[in-house]
């Protein structure tokens, strides 16, 4: 691949603070390919302001912003109405759908517009650096399933049967589990809870608590193990 730096963004749940300290640091550029790993929305004070950054740098030829179980929540709450949307308000959605309301006072047409956004967002994103596999996507993959056998809701949604169980040959690098709550995984130091974690299973973790007080905004080069993150 001809880019300097394959970059990475976890969780990032409406705190555009957060996101803004650590985008300014890495000084992203069209040398750099950029990754967000979803969840832009819930549980932050500024949830749209978020969505709509995704939404405009994602149009750069040189960023994928995939979809997040946050995200997933929110479609399924405006458009199927379906019995299981009824999980995003008390998921943190309440605060996004409350300030859905009223951008759309002002941008009637902004619901559909994120919503349409939310719906084109893809599962996962791999790519081949020196022949090594890299797969990323919001939550992690179903252990013993090929890439294109998984189901969007392990995508979406898995966690400790992927951060115990991975064999695979790919580095996966995931959000949607924050760091903190990760607890003692064996051969793993955590240092700082809020620091993204590489198991020794090819899996990097970099959602660092976007939300919670102490929490950060992560980001890291794939290509030189850099990382950088927000302050708090
Ligand atoms: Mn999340």
Not at 71 to 80: A, F
Not at 110 to 128: H, M, V
Not at 224 to 229: E, F, N, R, V
């Amino acid at each position: 691949m001809k880019y300097e730096r394959i970059l990475a963004i976890g969780d990032i749940h409406g705190r555009f603070d957060r996101l803004s300290s650590v985008f300014n640091k890495i000084k992203f550029s069209s040398k750099d390919f950029l990754i967000l790993l979803g969840d832009y929305v819930d549980r932050g004070n500024e949830n749209l302001h978020c969505l709509q950054w995704a939404m405009r740098i994602s149009k750069l030829p040189n960023v994928i912003a995939l979809r997040g179980n946050h995200e997933q929540m929110m479609l399924y709450y405006y458009v199927t109405g379906s019995s299981s949307s009824a999980i995003w308000l008390p998921n943190g959605g309440r605060y996004t759908r409350a300030e859905m309301d009223e951008w759309c006072k002002r941008d009637p047409d902004f619901l559909e517009e994120a919503l349409k956004f939310i719906d084109r967002r893809p599962y996962y994103y791999q790519t081949f650096i020196d022949e090594q596999e890299y797969i990323f996507c919001h939550a992690g993959l179903k252990p013993g399933v090929s890439l294109q056998n998984q189901t969007a809701d392990s995508m979406l949604w898995i966690r400790e049967e992927f951060y115990n169980y991975y064999d695979g040959t790919a580095e996966v690098v995931v959000g949607h589990t924050p760091t903190p709550y990760i607890g003692k995984i064996e051969g793993v130091s955590v240092k700082d809870i809020y620091y993204p974690v590489r198991l020794p299973n090819r899996i990097t973790m970099i959602d660092t608590g976007s939300f919670l007080p102490q929490g950060r905004i992560s980001c890291i080069d794939v290509i030189s193990g850099q990382i950088w993150q927000s302050d708090c």
